[in-house]
């Protein structure tokens, strides 16, 4: 019985070595410092919050979009992908969207909820009755993978706030 598992060990051991790293899913590493990222780092960041991965890959390269435990969804895009000789991604835009429904939005209230969630960038299409909250993350230099799960935690954050700047009233 001991030499199956050795020979079990040995085998998981090969088959580790031989899989690429980029066919292997990423665990997500917080001291670890990322210059750029691919969709497996933010597919990592994702999964270490309890997240659910809802789609990788739309119009862009790297790009996944999740769902938060309260049902807020968003998504992170890779921007500054492939560039100066680094490859992956040297930013991530972190966005979450949502309609304005029948809300009364007004740009004093925008200009208020910029100005109070400095931590963050929203944005109104009134014709499409869209806000948009983003928060963007330079990688330049490197960051640690537990401050790009910490700049998505603050979005997540945040944005219930800017939702009761817009609404108010």
């Known amino acids: 019985m001991k030499s199956i598992r050795m020979s079990s060990c040995a085998l998981a051991l090969a088959l580790a070595v031989a899989i690429p790293a980029t066919a292997r899913a990423k665990a997500y590493a917080p001291d670890a410092i ?8 933010l597919k990592a960041i994702v999964a270490s919050l309890g997240h ?3 789609k990788v890959d739309f119009n862009t390269d790297v790009a996944v979009s999740a769902t ?3 049902g807020t969804k968003y998504v992170m895009i890779g921007t500054a992908c492939g560039v100066n000789g680094v490859a992956g991604c040297q930013g991530i835009a972190m966005q979450v969207r ?3 429904g029948a809300g009364d939005v007004s740009l004093e ?3 208020k909820a910029n100005m109070s969630q400095l931590a963050v960038s929203t944005a109104w ?3 499409a009755k869209v806000i948009a909250v983003t928060r963007y993350v330079v990688l330049d230099h490197g960051v640690t993978m537990a401050n790009i799960r910490e700049n998505l935690a603050v979005l ?7 939702a009761k700047i817009l609404f108010a009233g």
Do not use: G, H, I, M
């Open 34 to 41: 990322a210059l750029s990222v691919d969709n497996d780092d």
């Open 68 to 70: 938060d435990e309260r």
């Open 109 to 111: 209230k925008l200009a």
């Open 125 to 127: 299409e009134p014709d």
């Open 98 to 100: 949502f309609d304005q």
């Open 52 to 54: 659910t991965l809802d």
């Open 156 to 162: 997540l954050a945040v944005t219930p706030e800017v």
